[in-house]
């Protein structure tokens, strides 16, 4: 099916919050242009995955390359400019800066970085709200801005955790019809999403988690025979 080398390789990650081991010896291979979804219930380390090769979470151990880089030496500052982008749940902007300011703070990490009009073409949302503070968007709109400031740097992955959590279902039909045109564009997304149904639209691929490690990978195509184990495995 895939081809080549994987733009993400993670290899025997373990992970650790204090002594608390969370990641178990998680392996993943996510390539140039795919949608890939964890998912798994609450609490099995779904978003301590995506921490981790983020660098954020730094007592871990395995490998993790993306790219031709060896993240697991890399300082935190250093792993964003690899072309990896990272959109927490809790979205991070800044609240007292307006839609247009926060779109035009982040740096530069590629030459491929979207401009603002290409932004509000994608997000026709923010166009609307280009001068209002963070304060005064919605919870969907906060979103769309999470993710559009990460497209501004020209990243070849992004790591979405949650994007649709509480989220309208006008809205959580916007990202999805946003992360197709992003794959259009070759953008690669490793996303956490608790709403199977919306996954299932937009991945090509699934990992299922379970108390710290990977249990189950499978193709889109293979759905409907994995449900009994998804719904025994999600709750669903």
């Known amino acids: ?8 390789a993670v290899r025997d990650l373990n992970a650790w919050y204090g002594e608390g081991h969370a990641l178990h010896g998680v392996n993943l291979d996510i390539y140039q242009g795919e949608t890939v979804t964890l998912l798994g219930r609450n609490g099995v380390g779904k978003t301590t995955t995506l921490r981790a090769i983020m660098g954020i979470i730094r007592k871990r151990t395995g490998s993790i390359t993306f790219d031709g880089h060896d993240l697991m030496r890399l300082p935190l500052h250093r792993t964003a400019h690899t072309g990896i982008g ?6 991070g902007i800044f609240a007292s800066l307006s839609v247009e300011e926060n779109l035009l703070l982040p740096p530069a990490v590629a030459r491929n970085g979207m401009s603002i009009e290409e932004i509000f073409e994608l997000f026709p949302n923010l166009k609307e709200r280009r001068n ?5 968007l919605s919870g969907g709109e906060q979103q769309m801005l999470a993710i559009a400031r990460i ?3 020209g990243v070849k992955l992004l790591l979405l955790d ?6 309208a279902p006008v809205i959580v039909q916007r990202i999805g019809e946003v992360l ?7 953008i690669t997304v490793l996303l956490v999403e608790q709403n199977f149904r919306f996954a299932a639209k937009v991945a090509d691929r ?4 379970e108390h710290g490690h990977v249990t189950e990978s499978f193709d889109v195509a293979e759905l409907p025979q994995r449900m009994p ?7 669903v």
């Open 151 to 153: 497209l501004r740097t």
């Open 1 to 8: 099916m895939n081809k080549g080398k994987p733009l993400l």
């Open 206 to 209: 699934f990992y299922v988690m």
């Open 229 to 235: 184990m998804l719904n025994e495995a999600l709750g």
């Open 86 to 91: 990272f959109v927490p749940e809790e979205r």
């Open 162 to 167: 949650e994007p649709t959590e509480g989220l």
């Open 180 to 186: 197709v045109t992003l794959k259009k564009r070759g």
């Open 132 to 136: 209002s503070p963070g304060t005064k």
